[in-house]
């Protein structure tokens, strides 16, 4: 290939597009052949080299695909604010104002709530029975927030926002059976049975302009020289309630100025409000994202709009137990500035939630990163979740682009997409990295960055989120059914009987690679 360059993506395989630019197959020709300097060799005709290309896609013997899919008829440029799963048996998506509830056995429709206005701001957990609390209105997050109870779509209570809650924007985290609101700086816990406020902390600093804050609160609180101040500028649930907190020391009171800032991490009491410990982040750290609550597992960045540059793990007493260049998860030096795009859902801003991310999973004492990006294939990397040292990763030239969906103590689940033409997979990596086992093929599914995704009860759910596609929500299973390859995706319009188009071919065993300990392995 000319310079030695690896050959450059294919385009997302995805579902056919109820809308179509004719610049888009020009764009897509123009992007593989300029990225990678040989799409021809991938995918053009006449290439001498299909018998020595690995085969790439699922294999014959793998078994189901999509169970059901469906169109929800929503206009594009709607936005999704909430994907959720509830119980065994419902998943659970709001789009602007409207949730809708669906069974996940065949995908019909269980009920139907709209809340009042055309805004709205949502958690991305809900307690263990289904509540949710969200801030919904005319714009922004609303004016208004209001209990939902995802078994039934019917409204608990309901309440106005106060002035202090900052209705112009906010984040929200459950957390057992109390939500936390973060708005510009200020921090309200709440309980979810009755909205009843358990503790608030209004700042006297404010992270976005990096200096004292100009609400009446700051002016009454008026700090004085060489004081400390914070304000709460992230907050994420789950099995525990973390918040992000930035902080300055006052250099000049009487003109509000203030040092560089700098950061801290601290685990709340749900219940109380008490703060259980507070860790400093690392000097010369910015906090980007919370990729696991328990154990904590948090990125980090070196400047405020900067990439990202470490990841840290954090114990359960909050001590830092360990601290790795990004790069450890396998991802390029070229696409470290992806990674919060594959990650966390396009969100590019440090001040958007913290904990709205996937690509990575924790199970048992291993935490699996799948770094994506322009390069090529993508490994999956195990690494311990004390340490950050890398256990094994696995690659294959099989599949093109790998996505971590769950993980338990007998490993990892990842979703395989493939190349053009060819289907794709669900597989269980060992917790070792020494077997690969396929699960169900996916046809020619790909996960893009903002996706939603959920691993429940051994099949995939996944929506899109720009209503752009043929299908909104798909779930996938052993038990369903190959879904023919399109034929603008490069397949020959049939269902697949062992092989998957001219370009590629199904069949033969995964190619991959474990490393451990400086040992390679190779996983079946």
């Known amino acids: 290939m000319p310079g030695g360059m690896p050959p450059g993506p294919p385009p997302p ?55 059901w899919s469906l169109n929800e008829e929503v206009a594009e440029g709607a936005r999704i604010e909430g994907f959720w799963t509830v119980g065994e048996d419902t998943l659970v ?32 957990g809900t307690t263990e029975d289904g509540l949710i609390v969200v801030g919904h209105g005319e714009y922004n997050c609303g004016q208004n927030i209001t209990q939902v109870d995802l078994t039934t779509g019917e409204t608990g209570w309901s309440r106005p ?35 009843e406020l358990i503790s608030a902390a209004a700042a006297v600093y404010s992270s ?23 304000a709460v500028d992230g907050v994420a649930g789950g099995e525990r309630l973390i918040r992000r907190r930035t902080c300055a020391t006052v250099t000049d009171a009487a003109n509000g100025t203030t040092s560089a800032p700098f950061f801290k991490l601290e685990q709340i009491d749900p219940d109380t409000g008490d703060t259980l410990w507070s860790l400093d982040v690392p000097e010369g750290r910015w906090v980007s994202k919370i990729h696991s609550a328990t154990p904590l597992v948090v990125s980090l960045r070196s400047e405020e709009f900067g990439r990202v540059t470490d990841l840290m793990f954090v114990d359960e007493a ?23 795009e594959e990650w966390c859902r396009d969100s590019l801003v440090p001040y958007n939630g913290v904990d709205e991310c ?70 269980r990596i060992s917790a070792d990295g020494q077997t690969v086992e396929p699960l169900f093929r996916t ?38 059914e190959a879904v023919p390859l399109t034929e603008e995706n490069g397949g020959n319009g049939e269902a697949e009987d062992g092989t998957a188009g001219a370009a590629t071919e199904g069949g033969g065993e995964d190619a991959g690679a474990a490393e451990g300990g400086g040992a390679d392995a190779e996983a079946p």
């Open 13 to 67: 395989p995805g579902h056919r597009q109820r809308k179509r630019s004719p610049w888009v197959p020009i764009l897509v020709v123009v992007l593989v052949l300029a990225l990678g300097g040989g799409g021809w060799f991938l995918f053009g005709p006449g290439s001498d080299d299909s018998n020595t290309r690995p085969p790439m896609g699922a294999t014959p013997d793998t078994p189901g695909g999509v169970v």
């Open 93 to 124: 998506k709001a789009v602007d104002n409207v949730f809708t509830a669906y069974s996940l056995a065949d995908g019909s429709s269980l009920w139907t709530l709209a809340l009042e206005g055309d805004s709205m701001c949502a958690p991305s």
């Open 161 to 195: 926002l106060e002035p202090e809650e900052a209705p112009d924007g906010f984040q929200i985290a459950i957390s057992g059976s109390s939500y936390a609101i973060h708005t510009h700086g200020g921090w309200n816990l709440h309980r979810i049975a009755d909205g």
């Open 208 to 230: 976005l302009h990096q200096a004292v804050n100009r609400t009446d609160f700051a002016q009454e609180n008026a700090p004085t020289n060489g004081q400390e101040i914070c």
């Open 318 to 340: 909050g001590q830092i137990t360990g601290q790795v260049p990004i790069e450890t998860t396998g991802v390029a030096e070229n696409d470290v500035h992806l990674l919060l």
């Open 358 to 427: 996937g690509g990575t999973a924790v199970g048992g004492d291993t935490f699996y990163a799948s770094p994506s990006g322009l390069s090529g294939p993508n490994p999956v990397t195990a690494m311990d979740v004390t340490t950050g040292a890398v256990k094994w990763t696995y690659e294959t030239e099989q599949f093109y682009k790998q996505t971590v969906l769950a993980a338990d103590e007998e490993g990892v689940i990842i979703h395989q997409a493939s190349h053009l033409g060819s289907s794709g997979q669900v597989a």
């Open 443 to 480: 046809d020619e599914a790909w996960l893009q960055p903002t996706f939603y995704t959920a691993w429940l009860n051994g099949q995939l759910v996944y929506s899109v989120s720009d209503f752009s596609l043929d299908q909104d929500i798909a779930v996938y299973g052993p038990e369903g």
